[in-house]
Nanobody
Framework: QVQLVESGGGAVQAGGSLRLSCAVS????????MGWSRQAPGKQRELVAT???????NYADSIKGRFAISRDGANNTVYLQMNSLKPDDTAVYYC???????????????WGQGTQVTVSA
């Protein structure tokens, strides 16, 4: 069974940093786009950052310049380095990956279980 396992969430004061990790486990053929979304209480889920197979990142305006997404192809892992955290960054963060289980199958978006990030003022 293919799973995305997240780690690295927690509580931090404003101005602090956290690094989230998300590892893909299970049998897959390839991984296309990987990314991170977040959902704060009472708000819609927001796409935070994505990174394609070529390693080119894209960011939401709300976190541009503070967060950095990267991926380790050898270990099927995506990271989100979060710096200069603000209370508005408080949310559950979800990773995702567009996975192909076989070369002849279309990619399927698979989500991690979510990890809580809490930033206090």
């Amino acid at each position: 069974q293919v799973q995305l396992v997240e780690s690295g969430g927690g509580a931090v004061q404003a101005g602090g940093s956290l690094r989230l990790s998300c590892a893909v486990s299970g049998s897959i053929s390839s991984i296309n786009v990987m990314g991170w979304s977040r959902q704060a209480p009472g708000k819609q889920r927001e796409l935070v950052a994505t990174i394609g197979g070529g390693g080119f990142p894209n960011y939401a305006d709300s976190i541009k310049g503070r967060f950095a997404i990267s991926r380790d192809g050898a270990n099927n892992t995506v990271y989100l380095q979060m710096n200069s955290l603000k209370p508005d960054d408080t949310a559950v963060y979800y990773c995702y990956a567009d996975l192909q289980r076989a070369a002849y199958l279309s990619p399927i978006r698979t989500w991690g279980q979510g990890t809580q990030v809490t930033v206090s003022a």
